[in-house]
C-alpha cells in the first residue's frame, strides 16, 4: 500500500505544482519599462498588481481593445488601446482630433473646417494627445500604476468617505505626461480590492489634496471592470467596450 500511495502522493503535489506556475504566469503583471521599481515600496507594488487582479488581470487588460466613453459632457472619446490611435470629438468648440499616438501625425476638423497649416496642426495633435493623457486616466487609471515612471509608496491604512477599511498608494512621476508635478494617492478598498476613491494634488510637495473624487460605481465591460457614471456625477459616462470597431472611425472625419 505504501508503494502505491507515495507514487500517487507526488503525482498529486506536481499536479498542485504546475497549477500554481499556471496561475502565477496568468496573473503575472509585468511593470512598463521605466517603472521606479527602485524607489517604489514593496508593499505598494503587491497592491498595485492586487488591484489589477480585482479589475480583470492583465491579460484580460492586455486583450481589451476599443474603448469608448464621454468626459464630463464635454468630449466624446474612442480609443483604440492596440494601435495607440483615439479619436476626440469636443463638443462645446465644435473640433474633432483624430490621433495617431505612435507616429504623432493625424487630422483636425475646426467647426466643419479641416486644418492643413502644419504648424497649427501640430499644435492642435499635441492639445489632442493632452486631452487623451487627462480623460483616459480618469477612466483606466488603476491599470497605470505600474507606468513608465511612476514611483509607488504604501502610506497604510485608512478608510473611505463611507468607513469601509483601505490601504493607501501614494503615485508620484518623473518626466512623463503633460503634469508631472502632479501627485495621487489612491484608496483601496480592503475588501475587493478595487480603487473607490482619489485624491488629486496639483503638485507634489502639498500636503492636503486639491480635490478628493470617488472612484465607484464598477461595472463589467468586456473583460474588465470600469468604474463609470460615479456618485458624483463627475468623470468618465457612457463607457463601451468593443472587440471590433471600423477603421475608418480614426482616420475619416
Known amino acids: 500500500m505504501k508503494n502505491l500511495l507515495l507514487p500517487l502522493l507526488l503525482s498529486v503535489a506536481m499536479v498542485a505544482c504546475q497549477s500554481y506556475k499556471q496561475e502565477a504566469v496568468i496573473d503575472a503583471n509585468p511593470a512598463a519599462e521605466g517603472f521606479d521599481v527602485e524607489h517604489s515600496d514593496p508593499a505598494a507594488i503587491e497592491l498595485a498588481d492586487s488591484v489589477m487582479k480585482a479589475q480583470g488581470g492583465r491579460k484580460a487588460w492586455d486583450e481589451t481593445r476599443f474603448i469608448s466613453w464621454n468626459f464630463f459632457g464635454r468630449r466624446n472619446l474612442v480609443w483604440d488601446k492596440h494601435e495607440a490611435k483615439v479619436r476626440i470629438e469636443s463638443l462645446p468648440d465644435s473640433t474633432l482630433y483624430l490621433l495617431d499616438m505612435k507616429t504623432g501625425t493625424g487630422r483636425v476638423r475646426v467647426k466643419g473646417v479641416e486644418?492643413?497649416?502644419q504648424d497649427t496642426l501640430q499644435?492642435?495633435?499635441?492639445r489632442a494627445e493632452r486631452i487623451w493623457i487627462n480623460d483616459s486616466y480618469w477612466l483606466v487609471m488603476p491599470f497605470k500604476l505600474k507606468d513608465s515612471g511612476v514611483t509607488l509608496k504604501y502610506l497604510g491604512e485608512d478608510s473611505l468617505k463611507n468607513g469601509a477599511p483601505c490601504n493607501i498608494i501614494q503615485l508620484t512621476f518623473q518626466n512623463v505626461g503633460s503634469?508631472?508635478?502632479?501627485?495621487?494617492l489612491v484608496y483601496v478598498d480592503r475588501k475587493d480590492n478595487l480603487v473607490k476613491q482619489w485624491a488629486y494634488f496639483e503638485l507634489a510637495s502639498q500636503d492636503t489634496a486639491s480635490s478628493v473624487w470617488p472612484f465607484d460605481n464598477?461595472?463589467?465591460y468586456g473583460k474588465i471592470l470600469l468604474s463609470a457614471n460615479r456618485s458624483d456625477g463627475k468623470g468618465p459616462k457612457d463607457v463601451r467596450v468593443d472587440d471590433t470597431l471600423p477603421a475608418e472611425i480614426f482616420t475619416e472625419f
Open 179 to 184: 503634469t508631472p508635478e502632479n501627485k495621487y
Open 115 to 117: 486644418l492643413t497649416e
Open 218 to 220: 464598477y461595472k463589467q
Open 123 to 126: 499644435k492642435m495633435l499635441k
